[in-house]
């Protein structure tokens, strides 16, 4: 989301911006008519900014449908995560706030617990890429992950920033080194899906879930099509 629209960029590029449906409501419905029942928000605005904005779109998304969201992007704080869990999500992913603040994320993935607070580990390079994409860490991708496995986290999202937006296909070898590095870890796939073989290929490596937005939005891949995945 930004200014409150479905959108999508290219590779984290805030310039490279398309918008998709200005009513992120009805795609969400849309969604959920097709049996959807997990919902993957972000707040572009919010990773910018570095604090919540878009809470009111979750709010109403949240109040106007029985979809399961996670929620990510600018939660940044105590105040961000209390209006996140309050306006609806099930689920917040923290990036950003796991590399910068990491004794805060420890904090919550201590009181919320593993099944509540997901670890956002976005690579460029294989090297930790936070704040939006903006930002470049030298924290390998792998030990961040098997770090925070090992203090409790269940799920990661993890996004190839080189293949997100281009519909080029995931980064398979991402997931693959993960699986080996966290064998029991709930993988979600992020970036770079374009047609359902992708789907197909990280159901058979048991990739726990994969986010598709920009194939949907483009109709390379049917929202009938995924029913067979859904559980």
């Known amino acids: 989301m ?3 629209k479905c959108v999508r960029l290219t590779q984290g590029d805030y310039g490279k911006k398309t ?15 097709a049996g959807i029942r997990r919902l993957h928000l972000v707040d ?14 979750l709010e109403r998304i949240a109040s106007q449908t029985r979809l399961h969201i996670d929620f990510g992007g600018g939660v940044q704080s105590e105040e961000d995560l ?7 999500a099930k689920q917040v ?11 805060l994320f420890e904090k919550w993935l201590s009181q919320y617990g593993g099944d509540k607070i997901i670890l956002g580990a976005d690579a460029k390079n294989e090297k930790v890429a936070v704040s939006g994409w903006e ?11 098997e770090n925070y496995v090992e203090k409790g986290i269940s799920y990661t999202i993890s996004t190839d920033v080189a293949k997100d937006g281009l519909l080029q296909g995931p980064s398979f070898d991402l997931y693959k080194n ?13 970036g770079g899906v374009s047609k359902l073989e992708d789907v197909e290929k990280l159901a058979e490596m048991n990739v726990y879930g994969v986010i598709i937005g920009k194939a949907i939005y483009e109709n ?12």
């Not at 605005?45 to 878009?54: L, M, P």
């Not at 992913?93 to 004794?103: F, L």
């Not at 993960?178 to 992020?190: G, N, R, T």
């Not at 390379?220 to 995924?226: A, D, M, N």
Request: one cysteine or more; aromatic letters at 10%; glycine letters at 6%.
């Open 82 to 88: 209390r209006v996140v869990f309050e306006s609806g």
């Open 93 to 103: 992913t923290g990036g950003s706030i796991a590399v910068k603040k990491p004794e």
């Open 220 to 231: 390379r891949i049917k929202l009938s099509e995924l029913k067979r995945f859904l559980v």
């Open 2 to 4: 930004i200014d409150g």
């Open 178 to 190: 993960i699986q080996d590095k966290c064998p029991d870890l709930h993988i979600i796939a992020s």
């Open 44 to 57: 572009l605005d919010g990773a910018k900014a570095k604090k919540v904005v878009n809470w009111k779109v």
């Open 19 to 33: 918008i998709y449906n200005e009513n992120p409501l009805e795609v969400a419905k849309e969604f959920e008519d």
């Open 135 to 145: 930002e470049g860490t030298e924290l390998w991708v792998y030990d961040f992950i």
